[in-house]
Structures are given as C-alpha cells and as structure tokens.
C-alpha cells in the first residue's frame, strides 16, 4: 500500500481474519456484517487452512512481539496473584503462547480479509472488542458472542479462543496485508455508499 499520508482516510486498509472458532460457530456472516454496516468496503477475501510456520510468520511481524506479548503475559500472571519467577522470561512465555497459537489458528480454515475505509483499523478494533472477550464490551463481537478468559486458557493450556484477529496500527496492518495477500488479490472498486459517506458536496443524489 502506498504512503497513507498522501491519501485520503478513506483509503486505509486493514486485515481482519476470522478464526477457525469463528467458522465453527457460523458467525461470519455476523461479522461481516457489522464492518458493512459501519461503511466499510471488503476489498479482499480467502479461505484456508494456514500451516504452523505461517501463523509465526504472521505474529512475528514485529521483532518485538516476544519481549511486548511476553510482557503483557507476566503482567496477567501477576494480576492473577501467581508466582511468575518460575517462567525465566517474557521470551519464553512468549515463545509458549506461540506455541498455543500456531495449534489454535492451524486447527481449521480461517477467513482473511482486507477492509478499506477512513479509520479502518481503529473501527475493526472497536468493533471486535478487547483481547480477552470476559472484559470486551457488551456490543462488541467478542464480548457478545464468546465467553473465553485468560483464566481458562492457562487452566487448559490453550490459545485464548476469540473469534477473529484485526491490526493493531496502520503500519502493522500493511506488513501483514502484504504476508496474507498479492497485490493482485487486492481489488479496486466503487460502492455507491461511497458517496454518502465521503462526498463533500453530495453530488449526484438527486435526479
């Protein structure tokens, strides 16, 4: 994609995948349908099942992820009210959870899609809700349709089962776009909402 700053809002893209839990519960319709219904443009979809080395591909993005996910684990653990000093370091707690996550999202097909419109990663985000679906918001897809918790997960030793993953940023989102899909994938085409929705002037409405 190219520089956001020299386009309009309207632009931003961003990739959102549903998960194998989420075509397992037949809750893709519903999904996709809160991302139309905020005025956003699907503009790239697929389905299959990825393999264990291309989910880490996809959460290593970042050359950061073990040290921020391994911290954001220990943080939870003490939370909790658990010893942490048992796990020697955020990369080896990291290195567990990728290890849950590779099994979770190569389980079954997962749905990617990349989604354009103004604001688009902030939207999906706040449409999906938070992480931990215990503490998503009532409203969001994850605090209204899961009722998984980080408490459940290290009880069962187990990825957190929250129905669909979105970028965090716009950098993240065109790093993990360009992984998950070719340019050539990515399709370019008008919605006649667009003109309610990002026309200044409104033309065109009446006949």
Known sequence: MNDHSKKHHKYEQTLAVIKPDGIQRSLIGE????????????????MFT??????????????????ITGGKALDQIRKRG??????????????RILERLQHYMSSGPVIAMVWQGAHA????????GGTEP????????RGDYVLDSYELTERDDRAIRNLIHASGSVEEADNEIKLW???EEILSYKLAQEVILYDVNLDGLKE
Do not use: C
């Open 181 to 183: 899909f070719k340019n």
């Open 134 to 141: 215990l503490s998503s918001d009532v409203g969001t897809i």
């Open 31 to 46: 999904m996709i349908s809160r991302f139309e219904r905020v005025g956003l443009k699907l503009v790239a979809l697929k």
């Open 82 to 95: 658990e010893d942490p000093e048992q796990i020697l370091t955020p990369r080896a707690v990291a290195s």
């Open 121 to 128: 990663v902030k939207l999906i985000r706040k449409l999906i």
């Open 50 to 67: 990825p393999s264990k080395t291309f989910i880490e591909q996809h959460y290593t993005i970042d050359p950061a992820w073990h040290e």
